[in-house]
């Protein structure tokens, strides 16, 4: 009965490989959004699931990512063949049918 | 894609004194919303107004929303150094729409 759950919280990764990043949204929340957030900056969209539509991936930056949401619930962001400027706080958040969002606490995601 | 422009980018006041932060957006919205975040982790909903309202208030904070000049206000009234933080505003638009985020204001209260 927690808040969105973000696993793993600290992700330091080799340049070249694969991650991937899971959230756990709150139950019964309908959409669920995965966000990017360098140091000291906004947030990025990235992609946006609602229910059984098709997602919104009209924010992913290229096609190394990609994200899954499984019967209607988990969700894995997956980035592929990471590259430094992958580096950053990867933002999950779920949202029941009104505008509030609810963040997991991020994964921070260095790649060296 | 990023909708909404706060500013400033960074205020920083005394403890008790006003803080008002703005932001700005660029298309139709349904609603806008406010968002805090501490030490660039999750981020946590404030106060939420819909494109037919004005003016809305939950305790210290004072929202504001002007639709013919696409823009918003936050005012935290009588600031404590626990409000420290960076602000967002998030706006969504007709219909199916992802929530898109600001660039924040990060405000310091100082003791």
């Known amino acids: 009965g927690a808040g969105v759950s973000q696993s793993p919280s600290n992700k330091v990764t080799e340049k070249g490989k694969d991650v991937e990043l899971r959230c756990d949204p709150i139950?019964?929340?309908?959409?669920l959004y995965w966000y990017r957030q360098s140091l000291g900056q906004g947030l990025e969209f990235l992609i946006y699931f609602q229910g059984n539509s098709a997602p919104d991936k009209s924010g992913l930056p290229s096609d190394r990512f990609s994200a899954e949401r499984t019967g209607g619930s988990v969700s894995t962001l997956t980035i592929q063949r990471t590259q430094q400027e992958d580096s950053a706080v990867y933002l999950c958040?779920?949202?029941?049918?009104?505008?509030?969002?609810?963040f997991g606490q991020g994964t921070r995601l260095t790649v060296v | 894609s990023q909708q909404g422009e706060e500013d400033p980018q960074a205020l920083s006041i005394q403890e008790g004194e006003n803080a008002t932060m703005n932001c700005s957006y660029k298309t139709s919205i349904n609603n806008l919303q406010w968002y805090r975040q501490n030490s660039g982790r999750g981020l946590v909903h404030l106060i939420l107004?819909?494109?037919?309202?004005r003016e809305k208030h939950s305790g210290r904070l004072r929202v504001t929303l002007d639709t013919s000049k696409k823009s918003s206000s936050l005012l935290i009234t009588a600031s404590r150094a626990a409000d420290t933080a960076s602000y967002f505003c998030a706006t969504d638009e007709e219909g199916n729409t992802p929530l898109v985020f600001g660039k924040g204001t990060r405000l310091s209260v100082i003791a």
């Open positions: 139950s019964g929340h309908t959409a």
């Open positions: 958040a779920s949202s029941p049918y009104s505008p509030e969002a609810f």
């Open positions: 107004i819909r494109s037919n309202e």
